[in-house]
């Protein structure tokens, strides 16, 4: 499986932009990138996810790099409500059952302060 | 509301003890997992299921069964749990395989002394 390498934590203060980097140098053609996030004592929670193109939903933009060697989940306005554990994680292109697994790696702690 | 829900949420049991945690959905979702999460390792797959009796190994499935008999239930059993199989378990489900954003439960914090 392809690997990501996300920095271990950031910090960030209320109310300011977030862009959380994630490198996947090895990504195949086919490989989808997903973002997942882990708030204190809940179970992962989808945030976004991109194949080419840059998307955008309510709760953030993915931002991917041209060669998709690298990715970048912005959020736009943090708050407090958004302290997690962000998950980058590839995924195989396909509806197989190995395609459908996440593969977490350790995540970046994000810090939110006022 | 759409959701997935476990049973129970905390457990301490013994070696030994046959124990079921059970995960239900309301979304008529075909792919379900389940996931183990220890400090150090991330999460971790133990079985999923494609859709009603269809079910598959992950990465650690040893010590573990599940069914799939009814396709928003998706039990886990630990026929004979061992104390290494205290951890933080997540069952989560998908409309389907594939590329498909996943829902998580709020997870079953189980102990096995």
């Known amino acids: 499986d392809a690997k990501t390498t996300q920095p271990n934590s950031m910090e960030s203060n209320e109310e300011e932009p977030v862009h959380l980097p994630c490198n996947h140098s090895t990504i195949s053609g086919t490989d989808y990138i997903h973002w997942y996030r882990q708030l204190p004592s809940q179970g992962p929670e989808y945030v976004i996810h991109?194949?080419?193109s840059n998307v955008n939903n309510r709760m953030a933009s993915l931002a991917i790099a041209e060669d998709r060697k690298s990715s970048t989940l912005i959020l736009h306005r943090a708050t407090l409500r958004d302290a997690a554990v962000y998950y980058c994680?590839?995924?195989?292109?396909?509806?197989?059952?190995?395609?459908?697994?996440?593969?977490f790696g350790t995540g970046t702690r994000l810090q939110v302060t006022l | 509301e759409a959701q997935v829900t476990q049973n129970p949420r905390y457990l301490i049991t013994v070696t030994g003890k046959k124990l079921t945690v059970t995960c239900s959905q309301n979304m008529n979702h075909e792919y379900m997992s389940w996931y183990r999460q220890d400090p150090g390792l991330g999460l971790r797959q133990i079985y999923y299921?494609?859709?009603?009796?269809?079910?598959d190994k992950g990465d650690v499935p040893e010590g573990y069964k599940v069914s799939r008999k009814e396709k928003r239930n998706f039990p886990l059993i630990l026929e004979s749990p061992s104390p290494n199989q205290t951890s933080l378990y997540f069952c989560?489900?998908?409309?389907?395989?594939?590329?498909?954003?996943?829902?998580f439960g709020p997870g079953t914090r189980l102990t096995v002394t």
């Open positions: 991109g194949l080419t």
């Open positions: 989560a489900s998908s409309p389907r395989p594939g590329t498909y954003e996943q829902y």
């Open positions: 299921s494609m859709n009603v009796e269809v079910t």
């Open positions: 994680i590839l995924r195989p292109g396909a509806d197989t059952g190995t395609a459908s697994k996440l593969t």
